[in-house]
């Protein structure tokens, strides 16, 4: 298991060791396929993901096109059904607004819950149960 900067081992919000997003697209701040994170990682991009075209569209229309490759930035472009590293912030933006996609709690990163609460997460948890 890979450690970071934040007290050894990464884990995940539910306590146990973080899991992987996805490989394809690959994802992660350092495009590992987790969602570690470190103190560059200034957007925490800490919640595992699963895109719909609804959230697409209202991350676009507050200024973040998720759907536009940009193989400078080493950015695939997304679509629906995909698994995403996404900040933080911007879920509980969308959850606020009511657009948040649904999340993989063992692959979400145990500093998500500085920005969102766990009972939000579950809620719209796909690997509960």
């Known amino acids: 298991m890979k450690s970071d900067e934040f007290g050894g081992a990464a884990r995940n919000v539910l306590g146990g060791p973080l899991g992987r997003c996805s490989d394809q697209p690959l994802t992660g701040f350092f495009r590992d396929g987790c969602c570690h994170t470190s103190v560059e990682d200034v957007g925490s991009h ?71 609460k766990l009972d939000d997460l579950k809620r719209l948890a796909i690997d509960l149960n």
């Open 46 to 116: 800490t919640l595992c993901v699963v895109l719909t075209a609804d959230f697409l569209e209202f991350s676009k229309a507050r200024g973040n096109d998720l759907t536009t490759p940009r193989p400078e930035q080493d950015f695939p472009g997304l679509k629906p059904g995909d698994r995403w590293c996404l900040c933080a912030a911007r879920w509980q933006e969308a959850w606020q607004a009511g657009q948040a996609p649904h999340v993989v709690l063992n692959a979400c990163h145990e500093q998500a819950l500085e920005v969102v």
